[in-house]
């Protein structure tokens, strides 16, 4: 049953800590994605990937907001310090990329609802 | 840049009802459109997708139609059940460049029994 996966489904911290949160794409998939879901600005795109590689961070704050692929099984999400703004759900999708014809279909995990106090 | 709308913002059918959703694009030049429900608290499920190149899809009760040159797109939904209500969402990728989805609003649909 393949599936993307993310941990951990519920986060609640307190203002200035370190949050990470962690997605396992589809076995196979070359793209992940990370987006992020709020009342106010819905579903915003926040970075991309490629075979490892970044391709797209714009949507992020970089002063605080870091993504990565440490390897084709695990992207990571971090933020440091942590503020209340960032409070809203985090999800991770991936797909599979392999010329100009491919269909591209994107398939997302649960979420990592995260609140910040 | 790419602005996705999605049109009504919430709709409330009685069960056994056709219904159709509507989602519009600004700029044309789309790669493609996928079509997804999101339950409460829950994650995004794909339904439909469709390549520019394609006019629609179709997977059981659900219907998906592309009009790249007009920026719309509709979901249709045959004989409505409880079990549907849920937000549809709808988002495109552009034709060139980065493969992430832009995506609409949604429409939060209820079927009532």
């Known amino acids: 049953d393949a599936r993307v996966t993310q941990t951990p489904r519920h986060k609640v911290t307190e203002m200035g800590q370190e949050v990470t949160m962690r997605c396992q794409p589809i076995?196979?998939?070359?793209?992940v994605f990370w987006y992020r879901q709020t009342m106010m600005q819905g579903l915003e795109l926040l970075a991309y990937f490629r075979n490892r590689a970044p391709l797209d961070d714009s949507g992020m704050p970089k002063d605080r907001f870091s993504a990565e692929m440490p390897d084709a099984t695990l992207a990571t999400l971090k933020i440091q310090p942590s503020e209340p703004r960032d409070s809203a759900v985090y999800f991770c999708?991936?797909?599979?990329?392999?010329?100009?014809?491919?269909?591209?279909?994107?398939?997302f995990g649960p979420g990592t609802r995260l609140t910040v106090l | 840049k790419q602005e996705v709308t999605q049109i009504p913002a919430a709709l409330s059918v009685p069960e056994g009802e056709n219904l159709v959703l509507n989602c519009s694009f600004t700029d044309s030049a789309i790669y493609n459109l996928q079509w997804f429900r999101q339950d409460p608290g829950k994650g995004l499920t794909s339904l439909l997708l469709?390549?520019?190149?394609?006019r629609e899809q179709t997977s059981g009760r659900l219907n998906a139609s592309l009009d790249k040159s007009s920026g719309r797109s509709t979901l249709y939904i045959a004989a409505s059940q409880p079990g549907d209500s849920a937000t549809y969402l709808c988002?495109?990728?552009?034709?060139?460049?980065?493969?992430?989805?832009?995506f609409g609003s949604g429409t939060r649909l209820q079927v009532q029994p």
């Open positions: 988002a495109v990728i552009k034709g060139t460049g980065r493969r992430a989805l832009t």
């Open positions: 076995l196979g998939h070359n793209t």
């Open positions: 999708a991936s797909g599979l990329v392999l010329g100009p014809e491919t269909r591209n279909e994107q398939f």
């Open positions: 469709i390549q520019s190149s394609q």
